[in-house]
Structure formats: structure tokens, C-alpha cells
């Protein structure tokens, strides 16, 4: 077991990990300002890759380490605030504040957070420091944590990742050379990240373009993820309005007539920025919009839909009406603005171009992370809808009655009236709506009111400071702009039993060629009133500057006038009322209103609107559960995506198909225990799975394919691949539910998981003589020793191979021929006579007579010497060939008589 635990695999992959585990964990502790916990959060990472290293040896030391920690886990859950498990918890809420600009939590929580970023860092190396992971997941963790520090401003703690970095070349150079030493690369590693952190210069160099494509990456994750900075929220008195301050509505206006925006729309639309709905009795305030929510985060799809009423009205009603059908307002700035977009009321699409990151609250406005600048173009879609239309009306009356989850909500929401209005406002209200039957007419009925009886003006007198600034333009001042009228209706709506909010916004009324070109001058102010069942409907009770320069007309006879009241009595200070606590379930609206108690109360102080801050209350644990979805549903990716199927699918040759599902095979067999013996050949241990039945199908069939494609020169068909497939499936199939678990996490965790076998050898053949070649194939051809067609087929390139070869053979055996024929003999050599007297010719003749004889009298004996050589050929007598050969052999004989001479 020892010398399995100090093996080459595993200590490498120690030190590797070690080196990343601290690059990666020394910086997030400098970053996070908790460098004190330093030591004990070394020694934890430490403590935890020896863990993991010691895992590995057997499968009983994984388990004993895996009950150990289960059982620690579970008495976790049972001490006070969940032990560990709570303290980590919390560690990780720190951290998330600090990313959200709170950096005391980081302190606070040092040490927990310190031990749960080494568990981390930890875990994550040992598993990037695998040999089959590849360098690709370390560079991009080494590269996020630098960002990391940039975005951070801890420029000065880079070099506290140079461990992590020596780790990466180690890893890069292991995935380079496979028998690599990585003790003996550790040395140059070291060497070459000191030297690179030694030339880094000292002062910051900026390259501009990288310089900006981080800062925007930056910025986008902000957007996207970050959003916590103070932002300039919309309002009228940026455009004229509001003389008085934003605590007190009235006084004389000075709009300007500066560009705003340019509109593209077919009608006069009303483009909402802002909703408030509480009224002081001096001004309006928004009471819920503090949260900010990313409007394309699928987590607050269901609070956009509730804000901006996507699902209302009724799917039949909006199918029923062509006045519901969708159009696309498209919209350019021409000048600096808030971060408010401005969009109809039924929102139901934005599409934002550029950098442009929309949230929205639950007030139901659109706004980016940034204020609007002269060229930031959107497109919204939305009905346009304005209230006054009787075809509207028919509408919405015939919406009264369906489903609306919404409606009590609203109701309680936006029916908040203050406390000191009188009552003579609530009778005079009655006679207003005394003739309309619907809540849709009584709100029509109060619009026209306003513009026939009260007068368009932008210079009106400052209101009391002592008097409801409603009550004052109804009964004493009589005339005003928008937001006189605006927060008039909003109020009389309010009294009458609708829901109400007030609307700051612009008008945009386009020309003949559908632009609109919107100044300071269209910036408006108007109400939107609530139906049950269909949902919000503008109405603009402001009358036009036509209309102001006629006189008043007489009311209209269904219409009885507003009956004559004494102006109010100017109170010492107006009163306001917190907003009721009436229980929306229990008290119906009724459109019959009712004038409140005639009791007064304390006067509390004005409140101004304070400018919008980050919201405290923000909830980012949505961040962790994106991330956790985004890996586990990268990792189902990546398990689908490593099936056999679909990675022989991506294989173009036949053979590597065959290999993968062999592969697949013989790591389900490694699974189950059933491993190549020492000196156990593929073909050997496939017999022995087959003769001990281990596997549900016969595997040597595979097996022997994999080899002859392996060893030979000739491609498998589509047969054989097919087969290899039903036999992966016949093995895989029937193993249990944890071994398919393991086979799929460890296919897609894996880089080379299917490369366990021996895969396909390159054939290269030494270098021979032309000659060797030809007489090799030759006699090759002779014993017809060639695989089954029917499974192995040469491919094109084999087949033009062997013809070039058959080609180069005829060559040569042209060309040997020619040279045998030039080389052939003109005259005979005269013979040398030896001792005893005889010439080596007249062997050489007697030799040849004997053969001559031999052969023609006994045909059934066999030759001998040469003569046997040249009857097997079928050489002729008069044959030059044997006639050499016989020279050949008389030459030999004499030479062996002189050399037996010599010796006696």
C-alpha cells in the first residue's frame, strides 16, 4: 500500500495540486482582507488534497473517509446553528455582501469564510489536477481569479498566484508529453514564473484596447450580477417642473423646449417613467421601489409578470379587441436623461440595444444601470391604450368578472387617501359621478369634469403651505398644469373606490410620418386607474392649450354641474395619514364613497423623498442557485454529449467508431473489478471473460476486430461497427444503477476515457530495396492469406497503394529480364587443367553429359547437385541459365579439389 501511495501518478498529482491549491487560495485571501486566517486555512487545503490523494489508493480508504465525513456532516445538522455547516452558510453570505460593497462582513466571518475558501480551492485543484482533465479548467480558474483581484483593485497580490501557475505548466507540459517527469519540470517552471513576475513592470501599463475590452466585461458582469450603485431616478423637475422642490408640488413652470428623445410610433402614446402612490397631501411618493430586478432573470419572471400585468387582460379578451393588439414603439435618445426607459403601460417586450441593462421594481418601472446618453436606442411592445374611448370602455367592462389574482392587492395599495380631506370634496364627488353606472364611466366622468371646469395654465399661483394642495385647485385656485390635474384625478379616482396611481412621463404625438420628436415641453404628468379584470388604463385629464383659450362651456344636461360649495376653510397644517390598515378581503370597493371620521390627528412631519439609495434588504442567494443550475446543467451536457453514441457519432472512420464502443466495454468491465492480469494479452483476457462468463455477451468477437484493425491494412465495415454497438449495449444495459453513475460522470469528466485500448497503429513500413518489396508481395499473393472481405474491405487509399505496387513489381521484373539478357555470354572460357591431369571443361562436360543422360533415361529418378536445380525450373538444355549454372557448379568443384591439394 505504501509503495502504491508513493507511486510517480499519485505524487505528482499531490504536488500539482498542492501548487494549484495555493494560488488559488492565497490570493482570495489577501483580496478578501482576511489574510490573518492565512495559516489555518493553508493547513486546512492542505489537509484536505492529502485527503483526497489518500481516496484514491483503495476502495476501502474511500470509504472509511467517505463515512467519516457523512457522519460528521449529520452531526453538523443537529448542534447549535448547524455547526460548520451553519458557520459556512454564513461565510458565503459574507462574501456576497462583500462583493455587493459591504467589506466589514468579510472581517466579521474570517475565519469560517477563510476555511470554506481552502475546502473550495482544495477540492477544485485535486480534481483540475487529474492527468485527463486537460489544462484548459486551470487556466480559466487562474484567469478568474486574477480578474478577480483587477476588478477588486488588488492589483499589488498577483504574484500570490505563482504557485497556481508553476501548477499550470506542470499540467500543460504532462498534457504535451504523456512519460513526462514533472519533479524535473517543476525546477524550470519555478524558474520561468519567477522571471516573469520579476520583468512585470512595477507601474501600471495600460494597453488601451485591452484596457477597454476589460473594463466593459467588467461593467456587463456589474450589470448583469452587481448592480448596487445610487442611480438618477426620473422626475418632472429635471424638465421644468417642481419649482416649489420635489417635496411640494405647484407653483409656476419653466419647461424647456430641449430634445429628449425621438419616438417612432403610429399614434399619440403615452410613455410612463414613473408611478407613485402615496399622497401627503403636498406631494406624491413611491413607496415600493426599492428592489431591483434584472428583467431577462428567468428567477423574477413571475414578479415582472405581476409588475408589468403580462397576463392581463384575459387571453380571450385581448384575442376579442383589435384596440389590444401589440404594436412596436421604437425609441432613440437625443439628449442626457435619468436611467428611467419610458414605455407604455401594458409592457410586454423590451429589446434594449448596445449596453443597455434593464431591471425593473415593483412600481413597475423600466430603468438601465446607467443614465441615458444621446444616441442609447430601444424598442418596446405594448397595446397603446388611452381612457376616454367608449370601444375601450366596452372592453373593459366586458373584462369585469374574470380571474384577477391582482386585484385585491392593487385595491389595498393604491386607494391610500390622506386623513384631513373634508367632506364636502366627497360630496361634491357624488354629483360628479351621479349618472355614469360603471367604474370605467365614473372614471371618464371625473376626466372631463377636469377639463371642462378648471383651466390650463403654467403660471398658477403658489398653493398654501396650510392647505391640501388638491383641495386648493379644486375649489380655490382652479387651474394648473399637469400635475395639478394628474394628482386631482388621481384623488378623486381614489375617493370614488378605484385604484389609482399618479404618472410622470412624456407625450409623444407623432406627425404624418409616424416620428415623434419630444421636447421638454411634452414632459406630462397623468393617471392610471385599475379595472378589475383587465388592469391599468391611462388617463390624461389635462385639458390641451386650444382649450384653455375658449371660455368655460355650460355643462352638458346629462351631466348635472358641481353644486356650489363655500371655499374651504384654510386649517392651521395639513394632516396627512399613513396609509389605511383596512383589510382589503373583508371591505369590497364600492363606488359609493364615504367621507371619513371628522377626527383630527397629530400632524406628522413633511416627508421629502430622499434620492433612491441600494436597497439593504437585497437578496443575492438567487446568484449561487443560478450557479449551481448553470453547472449542473453543464455537466448533464457534457454526460449526454460523452455517451458512446454520440462520440462514435462524431467519428468519421469506421475504425474509430469500433474503438469507442470496445473502449466503452472494457471500462464497464474495469468497473466490475474485471482488470487485465499481469502479462495477459487483450485477445487472452477477452477468452477469460467469455470461459468465466463474466460479461452477459461473448466479447472476443469484439475484441478480435479491434485487433485486426489495429494490426492490419484494411478498414472494418459498418457491420462490424454495429456489432461492436449491440455489444456495449448488451453489457451496459443489465450493470446496476451506481456503475452506469460512475461510467457516465467518469466519460464526461475524462478526456481520454475512451482511449484505455490500444488504438489504431500508424503502418509505416523501413525502408527496403524495391527488389526485397516485389518478392515480398509476391509471395505474399502466393499464399492467399487475406482476411474476410466481407468484414474488412481495403480502403481507397489501400487500393491505390496496391496498384502502384503491382505496377512497380512489373517494372522491376521488366528490368531484371533486360539486364539478364544483356549479361548473357559470347564465347566459352578456356578451361584450366589441375594436377591429376584433367581439365575443369571436361568436369565440367562430363558433369553435364551425366545430367544430359540421367534425365533422358530416368525420368523417374530424381536430379541431384545443379542438375536437380535445373530440372525444378524446367530449365532446357540448351538454356543459357543452365548452361551458367552448370559452369557455376564445375568452377566450385575444382576449386574445393585445389584447396584439399593445398592442405595434403
Known amino acids: 500500500m505504501l509503495k502504491k501511495l508513493f507511486s510517480y501518478e499519485r505524487m505528482s498529482r499531490l504536488m500539482v495540486s498542492l501548487l494549484l491549491c495555493l494560488g488559488v487560495l492565497w490570493p482570495m485571501l489577501w483580496a478578501l482582507e482576511i489574510q490573518a486566517a492565512f495559516v489555518p486555512a493553508t493547513l486546512a487545503a492542505v489537509g484536505v488534497v492529502l485527503l ?293 403601460v401594458f409592457l410586454r417586450d423590451v429589446a434594449p440595444e448596445g449596453s443597455l441593462v434593464p431591471y425593473f421594481n415593483e412600481a413597475s418601472e423600466l430603468f438601465v444601470t446607467r443614465d441615458l446618453e444621446p444616441g442609447d436606442r430601444y424598442s418596446v411592445t405594448s397595446p397603446i391604450l388611452e381612457g376616454g374611448d367608449s370601444a375601450l370602455g366596452a372592453v373593459v367592462n366586458a373584462a369585469k368578472g374574470r380571474t384577477d389574482p391582482y386585484y385585491m392587492g392593487i385595491y389595498a395599495r393604491y386607494t391610500q387617501l390622506p386623513g384631513h380631506l373634508e367632506e364636502t370634496v366627497y360630496y361634491d364627488l357624488q354629483n360628479i359621478i351621479a349618472g355614469s353606472q360603471t367604474p370605467y364611466e365614473q372614471a371618464c366622468a371625473i376626466m372631463r369634469h377636469l377639463k371642462r371646469y378648471y383651466r390650463y395654465t403654467l403660471s398658477p399661483d403658489y398653493p398654501p403651505e396650510n392647505q391640501d394642495f388638491v383641495t386648493h385647485f379644486l375649489y380655490v385656485g382652479k387651474e394648473g398644469y399637469c400635475t395639478y390635474f394628474a394628482s386631482a384625478m388621481t384623488l378623486l379616482c381614489r375617493m370614488a373606490g378605484m385604484p389609482a396611481r399618479y404618472v410622470e412621463g412624456f407625450i409623444a404625438e407623432p406627425d404624418d410620418s409616424g416620428i415623434a420628436y419630444v421636447t421638454g415641453l411634452n414632459a406630462h404628468a397623468w393617471t392610471e386607474v385599475y379595472f378589475e379584470g383587465f388592469g391599468w388604463v391611462p388617463f390624461d385629464a389635462t385639458p390641451s392649450r386650444q382649450d384653455t383659450e375658449q371660455n368655460d362651456p355650460p355643462p352638458p344636461e346629462d351631466e348635472p354641474p358641481p353644486e356650489p360649495t363655500p371655499t374651504p376653510t384654510p386649517t392651521p397644517t395639513p394632516t396627512p395619514s399613513p396609509t389605511p390598515t383596512h383589510d382589503p378581503e373583508s371591505d369590497e370597493p364600492t363606488p359609493t364613497p364615504t367621507p371619513p371620521h371628522e377626527e383630527e390627528t397629530p400632524e406628522p412631519p413633511i416627508v421629502t423623498p430622499p434620492p433612491e439609495m441600494p436597497p439593504e434588504d437585497k437578496d443575492y442567494s438567487w446568484l449561487w442557485w443560478l450557479l449551481a443550475l448553470l453547472i449542473v446543467a453543464a455537466l448533464i451536457l457534457r454526460i449526454v454529449l460523452r455517451t458512446p453514441d454520440r462520440v462514435a457519432a ?34 487472452l483476457f477477452a477468452r477469460r471473460m467469455d470461459k468465466a462468463k463474466l460479461a452477459n455477451v461473448a466479447i472476443t468477437p469484439l475484441w478480435r476486430s479491434m485487433t485486426l484493425c489495429n494490426y492490419s491494412r484494411r478498414n472494418p465495415t459498418q457491420v462490424l461497427a454495429d456489432q461492436a454497438r449491440d455489444t456495449f449495449r448488451a453489457v451496459y444495459n443489465p450493470q446496476p444503477f451506481y456503475v452506469k453513475l460512475r461510467f457516465m460522470l467518469s466519460a464526461a469528466l475524462k478526456n481520454n476515457f475512451y482511449s484505455v485500448l490500444t488504438t489504431r497503429m500508424e503502418q509505416e513500413e523501413p525502408s527496403r530495396p524495391a527488389w526485397l518489396s516485389a518478392m515480398d508481395t509476391l509471395r505474399k499473393r502466393k499464399k492467399k492469406q487475406q482476411p474476410d472481405n466481407t468484414l474488412f474491405q481495403p480502403g481507397e487509399a489501400e487500393r491505390r497503394r496496391m496498384e502502384e505496387q503491382n505496377r512497380e513489381i512489373e517494372r522491376i521484373v521488366q528490368e531484371t529480364l533486360a539486364q539478364n539478357e544483356a549479361l548473357k555470354p559470347q564465347e566459352q572460357p578456356k578451361p584450366r587443367r589441375t594436377r591429376k591431369g584433367r581439365s575443369e571443361g571436361a568436369d565440367a562436360a562430363a558433369a553435364e553429359t551425366a545430367a544430359g543422360t540421367e534425365n533422358a533415361t530416368g525420368a523417374d529418378r530424381k536430379p541431384t547437385g545443379d542438375a536437380k536445380a535445373g530440372t525444378a525450373h524446367g530449365a532446357a538444355p540448351n538454356d543459357p541459365t543452365a548452361a551458367e549454372a552448370a559452369d557455376s557448379s564445375a568452377a566450385r568443384t575444382s576449386r574445393r579439389r585445389r584447396r584439399q591439394e593445398g592442405n595434403d
Not at 486537460?134 to 504557485?163: Q, Y
Not at 419647461?255 to 399619440?268: A, K, Y
Not at 467519428?651 to 487485465?676: C, H, I, S
Request: aromatic residues 10%.
Open 650 to 683: 462524431r467519428e468519421t472512420e469506421v475504425a474509430d467508431k469500433l474503438f469507442v464502443y470496445g473502449n466503452g466495454v472494457a471500462q464497464v468491465l474495469r468497473m466490475r473489478g474485471m482488470k487485465v492480469q499481469p502479462g495477459e494479452t487483450p485477445m
Open 52 to 344: 483526497c490523494t489518500l481516496s484514491g489508493l483503495r476502495r476501502e480508504v474511500r470509504l472509511i473517509i467517505g463515512g467519516v465525513a457523512l457522519v460528521t456532516l449529520v452531526v453538523q445538522l443537529f448542534l447549535p446553528g448547524m455547526g460548520l455547516i451553519g458557520q459556512a452558510v454564513e461565510a458565503i453570505k459574507a462574501f456576497a455582501l462583500y462583493l455587493n460593497g459591504f467589506n466589514c462582513a468579510a472581517s466579521l466571518y474570517r475565519m469560517p469564510l477563510a476555511l470554506t475558501l481552502a475546502l473550495f480551492a482544495a477540492v477544485v485543484s485535486y480534481l483540475f489536477a487529474h492527468r485527463g482533465a486537460g489544462f484548459i479548467p486551470t487556466t480559466v480558474l487562474l484567469v478568474l481569479v486574477l480578474f478577480g483581484l483587477w476588478s477588486l483593485g488588488k492589483h499589488n497580490f498577483f504574484w500570490f498566484a505563482a504557485p497556481g501557475f508553476v501548477a499550470l505548466l506542470m499540467i500543460i507540459s504532462q498534457s504535451s508529453h504523456e512519460k513526462i517527469n514533472l519533479f524535473e519540470v517543476l525546477p524550470m517552471a519555478a524558474v520561468l514564473v519567477v522571471l516573469a513576475t520579476l520583468i512585470t513592470p512595477v507601474g501600471r501599463t495600460v494597453i488601451e484596447p485591452l484596457n477597454k475590452a476589460a473594463m466593459q466585461l467588467k461593467e456587463t458582469i456589474a450589470d448583469y450580477l452587481f448592480f448596487t450603485e445610487p442611480r438618477n431616478v426620473f422626475t418632472l423637475g429635471s424638465y421644468g417642473y417642481y419649482p416649489m422642490g420635489q417635496s411640494k408640488l405647484g407653483g409656476p413652470a419653466e419647461p424647456g423646449d430641449h430634445p429628449v428623445m425621438v419616438v417612432e410610433t403610429r399614434q399619440r402614446t403615452l410613455l410612463r417613467a414613473v408611478t407613485k402612490d402615496y399622497y401627503t397631501g403636498r406631494n406624491w411618493q413611491d413607496t415600493s421601489s426599492g428592489r431591483r430586478l434584472l428583467y431577462v432573470h428567468p428567477g423574477w419572471r413571475s414578479q415582472r409578470v405581476t409588475a408589468f400585468l403580462e397576463n392581463m387582460p384575459d387571453a380571450s379578451v385581448r384575442s376579442a379587441s383589435p384596440l389590444l393588439s401589440e404594436e412596436t414603439v421604437r425609441i432613440e435618445m437625443s439628449n442626457n436623461a435619468a436611467s428611467t426607459l419610458f414605455t407604455p
